[in-house]
């Protein structure tokens, strides 16, 4: 898979480093699959969505966005139509660079959404997995995650093929995870698939209307002695909504290690990077979360730390509920009214009331 949860380890800095390894070799072409470890199951299958039309031949041609401003004040990205088979002109652009985040919950502007009342989650089944058995919960579900085959990490042949023209570089940055949300594509760059840094939002008519540098964005402002090399942030879901991007971020080790400062949602104005809200710390680090009307479900736990589910206010990152879990939830998906959830050995079925 794009993204490998934490595991449980009886020594986790031995772990975490040959993670690291392992991580630094998935993005070589044509990596051979490697045995899963018992909490990082196979990939899911994703549902296969059809490709946007292609643009007018008679649009315009890409143009390179202008350098960033001395200032370091962000700027809008361009609308860069697509070339057909040649693909997305990312080359040319200059990604918004993000300013550093307060790691903190905090609210600059509300992001567009109505006031609905929060969804009610309620437990219908609870059972227990065989840790390894990820695929066949999404198939006996009939569930699925809109992700698209990528060549830097092959997942299930059942993914979704990778469009022709979504380029699998940005400059010496690798394609590691790309989510087709129907409407968009949400794409996620950087130097290995543990490592997403870029963030690309692509219309349905194949046009970039927004570009993301999160670099300065994913470090944390205060760390343990001797934590740095492990925590590293990365980006983990993403899905944009009324010019807004609300993205999951966080590194991949205890939460003490960054004094706490982990695994948060973030909504960004698309146009200018300018960040909107940010949860409190530690309310998500499942492989995805769920955008849902007005609210936002997601979910947090590592090791021996509090495991939740979360409901969020999608207007302001606030927390409007939780729900204890019995291990780290991995995946969330939304199915006729019901919620569905795979930790790392029980799943769950919730009614959304």
């Known amino acids: ?8 380890p009886s020594s986790p800095r031995k ?45 315009p041609a890409p ?15 361009q609308t860069v139509a697509g070339d057909g088979a040649a693909g997305i ?30 969804p009610r989650l309620v437990k219908v089944a609870q059972q227990k997995n065989k840790i390894t058995d990820e695929a066949a919960w999404f ?18 042949s059942s993914a979704g093929a990778l469009p022709p023209f979504v380029p699998t570089h940005y ?17 996620l760059y950087g130097p290995n698939f543990g490592d997403a840094r870029f963030v690309a939002i692509v219309d349905a008519g194949r046009k970039i209307v927004g570009f993301l540098d999160f670099k300065t964005f994913l470090q944390p402002d205060e760390i343990a002695p001797g934590e740095a090399s492990f925590v590293k942030g990365r980006i983990i879901w993403a899905v944009a909504r009324d010019g807004v991007l609300y993205v999951s971020s966080g590194h991949m080790t205890y939460a003490a290690s960054s004094k706490g400062k982990n ?38 736990g590592f090791t021996a730390e509090p495991d939740f589910l979360y409901v969020l206010e999608r207007a302001t990152g606030k927390v409007v509920s939780k729900l204890p879990i019995k291990n780290k939830p991995d995946y969330l998906v939304e199915k006729e009214g019901k919620l569905f959830v795979r930790t790392y050995d029980t799943d769950y079925i919730f009614d959304i009331r």
């Open 171 to 187: 400059r010496d940055q690798v394609l590691v995870r790309a989510i087709d949300h129907g409407d968009h594509l949400a794409l």
């Open 263 to 300: 695994a948060f949602l973030s909504a960004i104005d698309l146009a200018s990077g300018q960040l909107l809200w940010q949860s409190a710390p530690l309310v998500c680090n499942a492989e995805n979360f769920v955008l849902r009307g007005d609210h936002l479900l997601c979910g947090y």
């Open 1 to 8: 898979m794009l993204a490998v949860p934490p595991s449980t």
């Open 63 to 77: 143009q390179p966005a202008p350098a960033p401003r001395d200032d370091g004040a962000a700027q809008p990205p």
């Open 89 to 118: 002109a990312l080359d040319g652009m200059s990604p918004v660079k993000l300013a550093p985040p307060p790691f903190s919950q905090s609210l600059v502007r509300p992001a567009p959404a109505g006031s609905s009342a929060a």
């Open 139 to 156: 198939t006996r579900n009939g569930l699925s995650l809109p992700l698209l085959e990528v060549p830097s990490v092959p997942l299930l």
């Open 15 to 59: 772990l975490l480093l040959a993670a690291a390894a392992l991580l630094a070799c998935a993005c070589q072409p044509r990596p051979a699959p490697s045995a899963p470890s018992p909490q990082a199951a196979p990939a899911p299958p994703s549902a296969v969505v059809a490709a946007p039309a292609a643009p007018d031949a008679a649009g």
